[in-house]
């Protein structure tokens, strides 16, 4: 089955700067990549997704890159804020399209 | 327009009981999938329902079960509860109809404890 694999597990940034997240992935019929913010106590809250005929996608501070080849995506946010403060989830679907294969989770603190 | 809601919060079992997990998905979402979120790790899939029938399962053993009704809200139900199955259950909906190459929303979770 698929094998996703999330650096670094813990990221500090001061506030204004950007933080980065790395994925990848194993299977190369996954088609979908979502990344999931997840706060203390909530459940994981979809923030952005790319789908593998495309290879950016961007929403306002944020931004997802994706390497179909090398089998790699990323996160980018930038100009952080202490909001921002939270684990972050990478996720891409099965080749029957119908689960998610979720990282380790990033945990983000922005240091205000 | 609701988001996905799932009852109770909360939950403390002993081993060997059973429990059942409810999850009400959001308006328009015809599939369900249910994850096992453990202590500082990513959600574990355990199995998705489309039109009230499972549509996929994960690696998890028979005692985990579901349902989807009509209005295609879900049950997960486990049995013989094991101190390893304390966690927090997500619920997710979608309206992919069966594939989740769509958008999946998550349901606040309920904090599971087996003593």
């Known amino acids: 089955g698929e094998n996703v694999e999330q650096h670094p597990s813990t990221l500090s940034v001061q506030e204004g700067d950007s933080a980065v997240i790395k994925c990848t992935y194993s299977?190369?019929?996954?088609?979908?990549f979502p990344w999931y913010k997840q706060e203390l106590g909530k459940g994981p809250q979809l923030i952005i997704d790319?789908?593998?005929?495309?290879g950016e996608k961007k929403d306002q501070r944020i931004a997802v890159t994706l390497n179909k080849t090398a089998k790699h995506f990323s996160l980018h946010i930038t100009e952080t804020q202490p909001e921002d403060s939270a684990v972050y989830f990478c996720a891409a679907n099965s080749n029957t399209g119908n689960q998610f294969y979720f990282g380790t989770g990033t945990s983000l603190t922005v240091i205000p | 327009e609701t988001g996905v809601t799932q009852s109770p919060t909360h939950l403390i079992k002993t081993r060997g009981q059973q429990v059942t997990l409810r999850c009400s998905s959001q308006?328009?979402?015809?599939?369900v999938s249910w994850y096992q979120q453990a202590l500082g790790q990513g959600p574990q899939f355990i199995f998705q329902?489309?039109?009230?029938?499972?549509?996929g399962r994960g690696n998890f053993p028979p005692r985990f079960s579901g349902l989807q009704f009509p209005n295609y809200s879900s049950e997960l139900n486990v049995n013989a509860l094991e101190l390893d199955d304390s966690a927090l259950y997500l619920c997710a909906s979608s309206n992919a109809g069966g594939r989740l190459s769509n958008e999946q929303f998550f349901g606040p979770g309920t904090r599971l404890t087996v003593l």
């Open positions: 308006s328009g979402h015809n599939t």
């Open positions: 790319i789908r593998s005929n495309v």
């Open positions: 329902y489309y039109r009230e029938e499972e549509n």
């Open positions: 299977d190369s019929a996954s088609n979908y």
